[in-house]
């Protein structure tokens, strides 16, 4: 195991969606151990803080079907510089959410280093809509949509102009709940989608050897992995703003990550919609370290 030097970056934003406390997931998390579990295996952990978040009641909707867009925009843009920095110094950037908004600043401070970035986007949705299709205005919603390019201008053009990943450098793992809109969309860009009906014909193993495969032969100079805890089935991430039943399960999600771990590609990740208003002492966030444990090295004998 290589040992990383992590930097731990809290993104308390609950403004790209209508649920409120998913902006208190960055604390659940640190509660739940993040900063020893990873130190635990061997890693040089420093916990950055959290990107500053207007604390403002939600706006109904903003301009465009874009709710609370100014507020997603500037903490989206200060991620953006933040994670860009960290990659500069050497260091693995680990992003705890906040909802899924979020991934639009990490991946465009990505995007600094890495021209040719892979994602793995493990998700129950494919967050690919625009505000022209999106049935609630919710940016958590349309993050991937806005990193191919899609979406409204002061997103899409975060930290530098225009597109920050190549859609067939996409692979969605566990959808099973894409809007009518939105699925045209994901298949006319050609982003490759393993959803639940493949975990469950296929297996976790095949579909996690297929994902890595894919990637590699993309050729791409890094791979980052954005983790929404509602991939999991909410038996066991109840905390999260949009559960949809029929998910992935704690083990199957437990072997992805020491998959991705011995695959060596994973160059970045976040961890994203814990909300502790709607947990159960904890369960969600705790399972969000467990996995993180898995995607770092950690092993039982």
């Not at 403002?56 to 867009?69: G, I, P, R, T, Y």
């Not at 997603?72 to 843009?77: M, S």
């Amino acid at each position: 195991m290589e040992q990383l030097k992590i930097s731990i970056i809290g993104v308390p934003l609950d403004f790209g969606q209508s649920r409120r406390g998913v902006d208190m997931g960055p604390s659940a998390i640190r509660y739940a151990g993040a900063v020893g579990r990873m130190e635990s295996i061997g890693h040089q952990v420093t916990d950055e803080g959290d990107i500053q978040v207007s604390v403002v009641e939600q706006k109904k909707h903003s301009e465009a079907n874009l709710k609370n867009l100014d507020e997603v925009v500037q903490a989206t843009a200060d991620l953006a510089k933040k994670v860009a920095d960290v990659v500069e110094a050497g260091r693995f950037p680990l992003v705890l959410g906040g909802d899924h908004s979020i991934a639009i600043g990490t991946l465009a401070g990505l995007s600094e280093k890495y021209k040719n970035l892979g994602v793995i986007w493990y998700d129950a949705h494919t967050d690919f809509n625009t505000a022209e299709i999106s049935p609630s205005g919710n940016i958590h919603g349309m993050p991937l949509a806005v990193s191919v390019g899609l979406g409204h201008e002061s997103l899409v053009d975060i930290h530098n102009e225009g597109r920050k990943v190549k859609p067939e450098n996409i692979v969605v793992i566990g959808a099973r709940s894409v809007d009518p809109e939105e699925r045209k969309l994901v298949m006319e860009q050609g982003i490759k989608v393993f959803t639940m009906h493949e975990i469950d014909r296929f297996g976790m193993t095949a579909v996690m050897e297929e994902a890595i495969a894919y990637l590699r032969s993309r050729e791409v100079d890094g791979v980052h992995l954005s983790l929404d805890l509602d991939g999991l089935d909410p038996l066991y991430t109840p905390g999260v703003g949009t559960p949809v039943h029929g998910g992935i399960s704690y083990r199957e999600s437990h072997l992805a990550m020491e998959m991705l771990e011995d695959s060596r590609m994973i160059t970045s990740a976040e961890f994203v919609e814990v909300n502790p208003i709607l947990d159960e002492k904890n369960k969600t966030a705790d399972v969000a370290v467990g996995l993180m444990g898995s995607l770092f090295g950690e092993k039982l004998l």
